[in-house]
């Protein structure tokens, strides 16, 4: 059987040209760019909590590295290194493969490295620390919304929502539909580009990974402000824009695992912030505005109020 140092040699171990130094030694070294903070994020996936047990190892190790990044993304950083805690039943050289290629494939088209981890027997359970830079004082922060600003959301929210959906059975997809939602679910696009090119125009971010509602809460609550939503202007997903009204609101509003960004950019910025997302390739949409009063109205095109009561995913909250 594949010994620890067989594995992380076989598996892990590459080439890490970017880092003073990488796997290998007792600690990484990383040398911070003049002029630039490091940006630090760190995403755990539980099998059983996060994922089911026979979860393709492709995917996954595309999805443990991608939410990783989309916190970076969010701050507005770029990627430079990662560590990968890994626990494992056992050491499935099959599984271990094809994991790999699925985390260095998006790890490669980020100029991301692995630069150390920590390997153990025990359930499946995935954890990664993420490194990024930017230059100092330009992160996108939590706390950063002021009163009038537009709201923004990147991309299209509720499809993760809609695939777990189908994968759980409360609902049933064509067969193209589920494969397409179920990619949106196990394969998010973390929108690092879109962060960095929204430096010096956005005050607040965050990505989407508990549900709009939820997360845009923490932009108010960090910013001590509130928010009006127009639920008619959100983006849902190609896939969920075929069902119901009542389901798209709600999956668009409370869905979680988009890992679209929601950002907050003064109104003088609309111009240069559509330019920015159509730079990148990101379609941006603007879904509402910051109130001074705190608390978070919802209503429809035409103004009138809304209630919603589905709250958001927390791993502590019973329903
Ligand atoms: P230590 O005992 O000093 O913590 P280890 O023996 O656990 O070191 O690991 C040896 C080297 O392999 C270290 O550089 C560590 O960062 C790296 N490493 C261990 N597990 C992983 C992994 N899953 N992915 C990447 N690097 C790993
Ligand atoms: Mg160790």
Same mark, same amino acid.
């Given at each position: 059987? &594949?010994s ?5 040699a076989?598996?892990?171990?590459? $080439?890490?040209?970017?880092?003073? &130094? ?15 903070q ?8 539980? *099998? ?13 190790? %595309?999805? *443990? ?12 950083a ?10 494992? $039943? ?16 998006? =790890? ?10 920590? !390997? ?8 990664? !620390?993420?490194f ?5 004082? *330009?992160a ?17 929210l ?6 777990l ?20 679910? %196990?394969?998010?696009? $973390? ?26 809460? %923490? ?16 983006? =849902? ?6 069902? =119901? ?8 509003? =409370? ?10 950019? $003064? ?30 109205r ?11 009561? *589905? ?9």
């Amino acid at each position: 059987m &594949l010994s620890e140092f067989d594995l992380i040699a076989k598996y892990f171990t590459r $080439p890490t040209p970017r880092v003073a &130094l990488g796997i290998g030694d007792d600690c990484a070294l990383l040398t911070p760019s003049a002029g630039m903070q490091i940006a630090i994020s760190c995403d755990m996936l539980v *099998s059983g909590t996060h994922f089911f047990a026979d979860a393709d190892p492709r995917m996954l190790g %595309h999805k *443990s590295l991608a939410v990783n990044l989309s916190d970076l993304a969010a701050m507005g950083a770029k990627p430079v290194a990662y560590t990968l805690a890994l626990s494992l $039943p056992k050491p499935d050289e099959a599984w271990l493969k094809a994991f790999a290629e699925g985390m260095f494939a998006l =790890a490669d088209l980020h100029q991301c490295e692995l630069i150390g981890g920590d !390997t153990t027997r025990g359930p499946l359970n995935i954890c990664v !620390t993420i490194f990024g830079e930017l230059p100092v004082g *330009s992160a996108l922060r939590r706390d950063a919304a002021k009163p009038c600003d537009d709201i923004w959301v990147s991309g299209s929210l509720g499809d993760a929502r809609l695939g777990l959906a189908a994968c759980l059975s409360e609902l049933t997809l064509d067969a193209s539909t589920q494969i397409a939602a179920e990619s949106r679910l %196990h394969v998010p696009t $973390p929108r690092i580009k879109l962060g960095i090119a929204l430096r010096g125009l956005a005050h607040a971010a965050i990505d989407i990974s508990d549900g709009l509602i939820g997360d845009l809460g %923490h932009i108010l609550k960090r910013s001590s402000v509130g928010a009006t939503l127009n639920v008619d202007a959100l983006p =849902a997903g190609p896939m969920l824009s075929a069902q =119901a009204q009542e389901l798209q609101r709600r999956f668009a509003l =409370a869905g979680g695992d988009d890992y679209e960004l929601c950002f907050t950019a $003064p109104a003088m910025h609309r111009d240069a912030v559509m330019t920015a997302g159509k730079k990148v390739g990101v379609a941006l949409t603007r879904v509402g505005t910051i109130d001074a009063a705190t608390g978070l109205r919802l209503v429809d095109a035409g103004g009138q109020p809304l209630e919603f009561h *589905s709250a958001s995913f927390d791993h502590f909250k019973t329903p």
